[in-house]
């Protein structure tokens, strides 16, 4: 791959969000980060994962959030508000066809000046860019470079 195709040298900060749960999408994900990786300097990875049973050897540099990390009525705990809300990168993009409503509260407390999602008329309020996806199969680093003329509009205005 292009390495400016993939990530323009001009942008300071992208966090990733990914909903999970099994090893192929654990898979995909690190094939995607393993592109992004040499050239990007500040770069976030948000895991949550469904079922942590389900998933192996989970890299440390990335965060990982579980059912755990939620009350017993959803809300996410103190020591998870305090870490998102310290978050702040000049992109966020969900990889995740239709957010959970834990997904939800995830990414809307992360502190982004644009955010990036997948089209799903419940997540409309959340995303600045919403990206249609035709499958529901979501190949990652297809779904990135769709991305890329969004991140080379937007990074001058920002």
Do not use: H, W
Not at 56 to 81: A, H, M, S
């Amino acid at each position: 791959m292009n390495e400016e195709k993939i990530f323009p040298k001009t942008i300071n900060s992208l966090c990733l969000y990914f909903e999970i749960n099994n090893n192929k999408q654990y898979s995909d994900i690190q094939k995607l980060i393993k592109e992004l990786r040499p050239s990007i300097d500040n770069l976030e990875i948000i895991l949550f994962i469904t079922d942590i049973e389900k998933i192996d050897n989970i890299l440390e540099d990335y965060k990982v959030i579980t059912k755990k990390d939620f009350t017993f009525f959803g809300k996410p705990r103190n020591n998870l508000l305090e870490y998102l809300s310290s978050k702040s990168c000049q992109f966020l993009i969900s990889f995740s066809g239709k957010l959970s409503k834990k997904g939800k509260k995830i990414v809307s407390v992360i502190n982004a000046k644009i955010k990036f999602g997948m089209e799903n008329s419940n997540d409309i309020q959340i995303f600045n860019v919403i990206l249609k996806n035709k499958t529901s199969n979501i190949n990652y680093i297809e779904y990135y470079e769709k991305l890329n003329p969004y991140f080379i509009n937007f990074v001058g205005n920002i």
